[in-house]
């Protein structure tokens, strides 16, 4: 059988989206499924490859112009080489001849106005020039999505062959136009490499998740029964390592306490800041910090099936989907290019056919219209947007499955929520004990006694809060699911405590909680309470204030719902819903609108499924990070006010970007094809207006949120 694996390349020499799409254009067409190019994270995905597509979509995408620089596995193991980019090293190339050229332009040196000097200072970069933005353009071209570097690349060799010619046929010094020909080139250089810097900036929040990754472990061994520690990498580890980990030491990998206890600060992860107690048997996650104590574990989960892997490749992800006004944004940067091929030429032939303005400023207006047109501006607008949202709500421990969903947060009109242990904390107190024939005493004991034998949530409340009551010894102690558990004392009298179905042939009463019998004789009832989450009032009062519906949907018992409801100001309540009925309810508010549930991950999966927007409050677990569109690591729901808001600022955000892309360049064509617009100002312009949209989506990382 043939092996097959989901493929992530690295590749060097996408200046724009266009770029990305003419790759993705090509390893469509050959075969490859689930394709995805990312111009910010300058990565290729692909799925289900075979070893023998992988090469063949190398070789494809080296033959284009572009560079694989590694797969990602190669990637994790690549030392990154200080020292300038490739990017950097063409611009300060193609500047170091530029400058003399536009110094002619203000010094009347005698030396920098020869034709065959002006010339032999623009011919390398014009080289360096149609090398960089030729190749680009050529197989943008031959992919059938040309980019933004056929523009470049057409301006700059029509300045660059008209001065030529002037020069060979001694037209004299109105024809040299060397200065307009290498300063498109090195100005858009200058923009690509302030794009670049500023791209990095956007992606910071996955390169401080990868660091996190990047650490040493103590590694346990055994030599004739002596314990041996050895320092190794992280990316060493192998699952059911024995690791040691000291107070201060960052843990390595997820795993299991087998020795020792200590406190562990899991803030990176779940954005909680208080640090949690952690015991022999409890969990760990790689990535946190052991602030206190010391403790042996056993590696479970390494590399990309970590907690911590898993919520790298989810932000990746997230930063590749695309939201619905990505898809308009693509579709205009797709027929932009030839539309503007189509504009300058136009351009031209007004401006010297028509209007009567020589050839050589109606050939420099065409050119100008071709520099400012250049729709990188547009590409950007969306995805630079789209990073530093994802990027920030990860940092808020808050976990966005595509950037589809931070639209529907930001569009979301109805919120259905789960009761327990999601407006309430899941913890159950005792409200009432009514007795008959014994003390409420003997009661508890006897309460204790059994529930302390069993795992189930409401027991687990019960020993707690009874846990300073004096117990009775238990013997031939059984739990049923759904119906309670039982036992007999040293004497032989029986007890048992459950649910109404194991009292039903005693009593009609079926409004309590627990049911204690003694004997087949029914000796006290039990009420409990639901506790609220400190924070649930305040995150329904700011969801219900930006206009969305509060719903609960729940299968407890009408009385306890509508006393949740009550005290949180919900109007529309569901209660004694079976799974299947709550998908149905779902499905019904779904039908109108995209609806949003909120649930605890694991418990509600289904309805999660079903939902628009599934929310789980679960905290870092595997199965809370693949139930659900939006995971709340730490469990606290005041993050879904911040998600909101995070996804609010994103899309305002992207509109704005959207508008000054749009407005650039409706402005500024007519501009240069009227004649008021010089190239070299053009390609000045069409570098900054990146650099705008860039700064623009970067002020999501500091934005203030209420």
């Known amino acids: 059988m043939i092996q097959t694996k989901d493929i992530v390349l690295i590749v060097e020499g996408m200046d724009c989206t266009n770029c990305a799409l003419g790759i993705k254009k090509q390893l469509d067409k050959t075969g490859l499924e689930q394709v995805d190019v990312n111009f910010a994270t300058a990565e290729v995905r692909f799925a289900n490859a075979t070893d023998e597509q992988m090469k063949s979509a190398i070789t494809k995408i080296n033959t284009m112009g572009y560079k694989v620089v590694a797969n990602l596995s190669e990637a994790e193991e690549t030392v990154v080489k200080k020292g300038l980019s490739g990017i950097e090293l063409k611009f300060y190339f193609s500047i170091l001849f530029t400058i003399p050229l536009l110094t002619a332009m203000f010094i009347p040196i005698g030396i920098l106005h020869n034709p065959y000097f002006q010339l032999a200072l623009c011919l390398p970069v014009y080289g360096l020039g149609i090398w960089h933005f030729g190749r680009s ?215 010297y056919f028509a209007v009567g303005v020589d050839f050589q400023h109606s050939l420099l207006r065409s050119i100008a219209v071709l520099v400012i047109a250049c729709p990188c501006a547009l590409g950007l607008a969306i995805p630079t947007a789209v990073i530093v949202g994802v990027g920030r709500v990860a940092k808020q421990g808050i976990l966005i499955k595509g950037a589809s969903t931070i639209q529907k947060i930001n569009d979301l009109k109805t919120l259905v929520f789960d009761k327990t242990g999601t407006l309430t904390t899941g913890k159950f107190g005792i409200k009432s004990i009514e007795t008959y024939g014994i003390t409420e005493g003997e009661a508890k004991s006897i309460l204790l006694s059994l529930e302390k034998y069993s795992t189930h949530p409401i027991a687990v409340s019960i020993v707690h809060e009874l846990q300073r009551e004096q117990p009775i010894e238990m013997k031939e102690v059984e739990e049923e699911k759904g119906i309670g558990i039982r036992g007999k004392d040293m004497e032989g009298a029986v007890y048992s405590a459950g649910s109404f179905r194991s009292a039903k042939h005693l009593t009609d009463d079926d409004v309590h909680s627990v049911y204690v019998i003694k004997n087949d004789a029914l000796v006290a009832t039990v009420d409990l309470k639901d506790e609220l989450r400190s924070e649930s009032l305040q995150t329904l009062t700011f969801l219900k204030a930006k206009g969305i519906e509060i719903v609960l949907l729940s299968g407890d018992k009408k009385e306890k719902c509508e006393a949740i409801a009550a005290q949180l100001g919900i109007e529309k309540v569901y209660f004694e819903k079976l799974p299947a009925e709550k998908l149905e309810i779902i499905a019904a508010l779904n039908s109108n609108h995209d609806v949003g549930m909120v649930g605890d991950g694991i418990n509600d999966a289904p309805a999660l499924a079903q939902a628009a927007i599934g929310i789980s409050l679960s905290d870092a677990t595997q199965i809370a990070i693949k139930s659900a569109q939006v995971v709340l690591l730490n469990g606290n729901i005041n993050l879904l006010g911040k998600a909101w808001q995070i996804s609010h600022a994103t899309m305002n955000i992207i509109k704005q970007n959207l508008f000054w892309a749009f407005f650039y360049n409706v402005l500024a064509i007519p501009i240069a094809a009227c004649g008021l617009l010089d190239p070299m100002v053009a390609a000045a312009s069409m570098a900054m207006s990146d650099v705008v949209v860039i700064l623009n989506s970067l002020r999501l990382r500091s934005k203030r949120l209420k």
């Open 137 to 351: 353009a050529f197989f943008s071209i031959k992919s059938g999505v040309p980019n933004m570097d056929v523009l470049i690349a057409l301006g700059t060799t029509a300045a660059f062959f008209y001065s030529l010619t002037g020069t060979l046929l001694h037209l004299g010094h109105n024809y040299q136009f060397y200065e307009t020909s290498a300063s498109i080139i090195s100005l858009i250089l200058l923009g690509n490499l302030l794009e670049h810097k500023a791209v990095k900036k956007t992606t910071s929040a996955i390169d401080e998740l990868v660091k996190m990754q990047k650490t040493t472990a103590k590694l346990i061994t055994y030599n004739n029964g002596i314990e041996q520690i050895t320092e190794v990498e992280a990316i060493r580890i192998r699952k059911n390592d024995m690791l040691l980990v000291n107070s201060g030491d960052k843990i390595p990998a997820d795993g299991l306490i087998v020795w020792g206890e200590g406190n562990v600060d899991e803030s990176a992860i779940t954005g909680e800041s208080l640090e949690v107690e952690k015991d022999m048997g409890q969990a760990v996650i790689g990535g946190t910090i052991l602030t206190v104590g010391t403790i042996k574990m056993k590696a479970t989960a390494i590399g990309n099936q970590s907690v911590l892997g898993q919520i790298i490749e989810l932000v990746k992800n997230a930063q590749q989907d695309k939201p619905k006004l990505q898809n308009l944004a693509d579709k205009i940067s797709a027929i932009f290019v030839p539309a503007i091929i189509g504009i300058a030429i136009l351009t031209f032939v007004l401006n």
